[in-house]
């Protein structure tokens, strides 16, 4: 079975420029989620997603990101401008259908802003 | 509000030495679960184990174990006879009932020397 899949693998950007990451989940699963994970720190929750509707969006900088789960499947996050506190890892992760099952992660996208 | 605390940062162990990661957790529910990743160099975070709060025995899964105790509120884990591949950074995690968010303790940098 396929895991959740990412791309850009990592991605270099000036300040104030824009970016966008991909995910496509496990097949199959209705939960899609989006963390930021900084530098010698546990992941973070951006958003939450169940099928194509937000559960929870609450730690999301709505001012410079968005995302969106079109046909509830795959999904996109994107940051307009990045500033450089942006830097970090993006993890796109999925369940099954709960909101308290098991979460399964992608590779994640290594975003460096300078 | 929830909160889970890995107080070792890093840990450093000589190959086929046993070593513990502790995992201390705060809920207010009655109705949690708790789970460890593994983050190896290459970034992404690798499933390892979920427990909920009403099943409170340890298991083993060859090398790896873990002790449960809602007493304490603790979810160790540990490893017998570490190898030098079980280096990575260890997160555990809990999800409550009622937030249906998955928070993240800081991570224990294990270092296993051959």
């Known amino acids: 079975e396929a895991g959740v899949a990412q791309s850009p693998r990592y991605k270099i950007i000036e300040k104030r420029q824009s970016v966008a990451f991909w995910c496509n989940p496990i097949?199959?699963?209705?939960?899609l989620y989006w963390y930021q994970q900084i530098l010698g720190q546990g992941p973070k929750l951006l958003i939450q997603?169940?099928?194509?509707?937000?559960?929870?969006d609450s730690q999301l900088p709505k001012d410079r990101f968005s995302a969106e789960r079109l046909k509830g499947v795959d999904s996109t996050l994107k940051i307009q401008p990045a500033k450089l506190e942006d830097s970090a890892v993006y993890l796109c992760?999925?369940?099954?259908?709960?909101?308290?099952?098991?979460?399964?992660f992608g590779p994640g996208t290594r975003l460096t802003v300078l | 509000a929830q909160k889970v605390t890995q107080a070792q940062t890093e840990i450093s162990v000589v190959e086929k030495e046993d070593v513990t990661l502790d995992c201390v957790y705060e809920?207010?529910?009655?109705?949690?679960?708790l789970f460890w990743y593994k983050q190896p160099p290459s970034g992404e975070l690798v499933f390892l184990i979920r427990r909920n709060s009403f099943d409170e025995q340890n298991e083993i899964s060859g090398r790896y174990s873990w002790n449960f105790q809602k007493s304490t509120s603790s979810f160790n884990f540990t490893i017998t006879a570490s190898q030098v591949v079980d280096s990575a950074v260890y997160f555990c995690a809990l999800i409550e009932d009622s937030s249906y968010k998955l928070i993240f303790g800081s991570g224990t940098r294990l270092l296993v020397r051959p």
């Open positions: 097949s199959g699963h209705a939960t």
């Open positions: 809920t207010r529910d009655t109705t949690y679960y």
């Open positions: 992760a999925s369940s099954f259908s709960l909101l308290t099952d098991t979460q399964y």
């Open positions: 997603f169940q099928n194509n509707g937000v559960v929870d």
